[in-house]
């Protein structure tokens, strides 16, 4: 402490001397005025935030400041370069800039700027320029004026494209997609006058079930780029059917009639129908009993396969009072895009009459509130099924009647194979696939796969026999109740490969292992809003697994 005041008072004693000798001497030099400035705002202290037109600009008032210029420009900043260059925007000119935050407008999106600025006010010399982080740019945000494409306006071979009613400055849509020999292909279409008035243009001729990328632009100048992919078309059959527009029943009267027609049209006793079913429609699916007017099962035909379709459009929702009954020899009963509601037939299929199925087959297909199973083989009469096919569906709160999703369970019943992939399963309130007691091995494969507070108490994910069980890209997250069990397989092989669970995730027996070691967070902390039906991953290495509809890479 004495040392520190002895130099104080030495530097005080120093201090008081050129005082006084300043007091009794005139200066050698005078005072510049140019130097006598304003203090420009600290570099450090500037902020910049985006949007695709605008920029928020966040700084430290200074004292002595009235108002304040900022420029911005496409091109180099720096001392040398006059202000208001041909890239440039000057705001501030008015003395309108006063205070922090302030918002710079009609910038060009997904451009980069430099920025700069300067303390200023009346009858005082202005500061520097002070340069944002040093000389370093800040980048808009890429524009987007397109719409969302309305699956109305996405056809087999055309899209529909809308953008901002009001945007001005519009000339031309690139078009751009990858062949399937992997070439690029490009093409540009100029808007017309009335194109741009409509805000609106559609491109034809385009290919079924492929991603167009599409990027419009005011000269160079990108304004929105939106990728779609085309609607898939009808599938093949022997025979394709559109329905009427009017159409509201698949009855058994129609379901004949249209075999007939397809049989004297193709010359074909045995053959696959493909129905199409228009968009935005609710189709009941069902016989009706001659007598009391009831809904019955609607059969199929021996011999005659058949795919329902939904149209490009809005789903179409295949409503079903009663299961569908398929008796007899068919290649495949297929259900693609389209929604299905359990009017009260409990089960999709529920077989209990003799059948040899090549395919049964789910694709595209959204289901909420089905009471028993999706599929359901039981009785006596011999029953075989070569291929089980669940893909790109999302199958929600079923189970509550007490019956698996999957069931087949006796020694009359022979599935060859399961594959579920794609899909997302939530709330599902008893086992998942219920395969003990039927003939032989079946394949199980289960990829690429989101569960969300599944299996019921007591009850399996797969209560199987002797099968061959291969889970691979799956997410598995919170199970219904402390007694879910995992998987009960004979003596067949289990294997995990690239599966996760997260930490309410828990079996209280038959347990399967998750094989990734990351460490297990709540399904709360792994999705955007589980429990409103929203399963994006957020951890960006473990969005890799699950549903793809769900991931946030694009690995």
């Given at each position: 402490m004495k040392t520190i005041n002895k130099i104080f008072s030495v530097a005080l004693t120093l201090a008081l001397g050129v005082s006084v000798s300043s007091c009794t001497d005139e200066n050698d030099w005078s005072v510049d005025s140019a130097f006598d400035r304003l203090f420009g705002v600290s570099a450090d202290g500037i902020s910049v935030e985006t949007t695709a037109t605008n920029a928020t600009v966040t700084f430290k008032p200074m004292e002595g400041a009235e108002y304040y210029l900022i420029e911005i420009s496409k091109d180099s900043l720096y001392d040398e370069v006059a202000m208001g260059g041909p890239n440039a925007l000057v705001f501030g000119q008015e003395k309108d800039i006063v205070k922090s935050p302030v918002v710079l407008e009609n910038l060009e999106g997904d451009t980069k700027y430099y920025l700069r600025m300067k303390s200023m006010a009346d009858g005082k010399n202005e500061s520097r320029w002070v340069y944002y982080r040093d000389g370093q740019t800040f980048k808009t945000q890429a524009e987007q004026i397109f719409n969302e494409v309305a699956a109305a306006d996405r056809q087999e071979s055309s899209i529909r494209l809308t953008w901002t009613p009001g945007a001005e400055g519009v000339t031309n849509i690139v078009r751009m997609n990858t062949k399937s020999d992997g070439t690029k292909d490009s093409i540009s279409v100029e808007l017309s006058d009335e194109d741009k008035q409509k805000c609106e243009y559609t491109f034809t001729g385009l290919t079924p079930s492929t991603t167009y990328t599409f990027v419009i632009y005011n000269g160079e100048k990108k304004r929105g780029t939106l990728s779609v992919t085309t609607a898939a078309a009808m599938p093949d059959g022997d025979y394709k059917k559109q329905l009427p527009e009017n159409t509201t029943a698949i009855t058994q009267e129609t379901l004949d009639a249209l075999v007939a027609e397809a049989q004297a049209a193709t010359g074909l006793t045995n053959l696959g129908i493909t129905i199409g079913v228009p968009a935005g429609k609710t189709i009941d699916i069902a016989g009706v009993d001659e007598k009391t007017g009831d809904a019955t099962s609607l059969a199929v035909p021996d011999g005659i396969s058949v795919t329902f379709f939904g149209l490009a459009g809005d789903k179409p929702v295949l409503n079903m009072p009663k299961s569908l009954e398929i008796g007899g020899s068919h290649s495949y009963i297929r259900f693609e895009n389209v929604d299905i509601v359990d009017g009260g037939c409990q089960y999709i299929f529920n077989q209990s009459k003799a059948c040899s199925v090549g395919e049964i087959s789910f694709k595209g297909v959204n289901i909420t509130g089905l009471s028993r199973s999706l599929v359901r083989l039981q009785s006596d009469d011999t029953k075989t099924v070569s291929n089980i096919i669940i893909d790109d569906c999302q199958i929600t709160d079923q189970g509550k009647g007490n019956y698996a999703l999957l069931l087949f369970k006796d020694k009359s019943e022979t599935v060859e194979n399961v594959k579920v992939s794609n899909s997302t399963f939530v709330n599902l309130q008893h086992n998942f696939?219920?395969?003990?007691?039927?003939?032989?091995?079946?394949?199980?494969?289960?990829?690429?796969?989101?569960?969300?507070?599944?299996?019921?108490?007591?009850?399996?994910?797969?209560?199987?026999?002797?099968?061959?069980?291969?889970?691979?890209?799956?997410?598995?997250?919170?199970?219904?109740?402390?007694?879910?069990?995992?998987?009960?397989?004979?003596?067949?092989?289990?294997?995990?490969?690239s599966v996760y669970f997260t930490s309410d995730f828990v079996l209280s027996s038959n347990k399967f292992e998750a094989d990734l070691p990351n460490t297990p967070v709540s399904s709360e902390e792994l999705f955007e809003d589980p429990a409103n039906g929203n399963f994006t991953v957020k951890d960006e290495e473990l969005s890799v697994l699950g549903d793809p509809r769900w991931r946030t890479s694009d690995n």
């Open positions: 696939i219920q395969s003990n007691g039927s003939t032989g091995s079946t394949n199980i494969t289960v990829e690429a796969c989101t569960f969300y507070n599944i299996i019921g108490s007591g009850r399996y994910f797969i209560d199987g026999g002797d099968d061959n069980i291969t889970v691979q890209n799956c997410i598995f997250a919170k199970t219904a109740t402390d007694s879910s069990k995992g998987i009960r397989n004979d003596d067949g092989p289990v294997e995990m490969i």
